[in-house]
Nanobody
Framework: QVQLVESGGGLVQAGDSLRLSCAAS????????MGWFRQRPGKEREFVAEISWSGTSTYYADSVKGRFTISRDDAKNTVYLQMNSLKPEDTAVYYCAADRRGLGVITTPPRLADFGPWGKGTQVTVSS
């Protein structure tokens, strides 16, 4: 089973950028589609972005489209989330997870129940 560790979060100002990393070990990372999710204060965990096993397909939540970019480096067993033009409403704990179904491709809409196990997350705080 794959284990995931997120990193790269921090406190930034609105308009700044951050790059999150998700390092995977064990499991079949290179054959899994991978997703980023976030949980804002007082809210349920929500989908942010997904990338297929090949890296050729991506899918984004409307709220981050055009600002965030998901990518993967299978040689490093790592998935990234480049976040630009950050807004205070992007403040959340960000998590990555593998699509547990092992399909490798993106299915829409992404369902939280199809992803897991989860890392511990990394906190992103955007001040106005």
């Amino acid at each position: 089973q794959v284990q995931l560790v997120e990193s790269g979060g921090g406190l930034v100002q609105a308009g700044d950028s951050l790059r999150l990393s998700c390092a995977a070990s064990g499991g079949t990372f290179s054959r899994s589609s991978m997703g980023w999710f976030r949980q804002r204060p007082g809210k349920e965990r929500e989908f942010v972005a997904e990338i297929s096993w090949s890296g050729t397909s991506t899918y984004y939540a409307d709220s981050v489209k055009g600002r965030f970019t998901i990518s993967r480096d299978d040689a490093k067993n790592t998935v990234y989330l480049q976040m630009n033009s950050l807004k205070p409403e992007d403040t959340a704990v960000y998590y990555c997870a593998a699509d547990r179904r092992g399909l490798g491709v993106i299915t829409t809409p992404p369902r939280l129940a199809d992803f897991g196990p989860w890392g511990k997350g990394t906190q992103v705080t955007v001040s106005s």
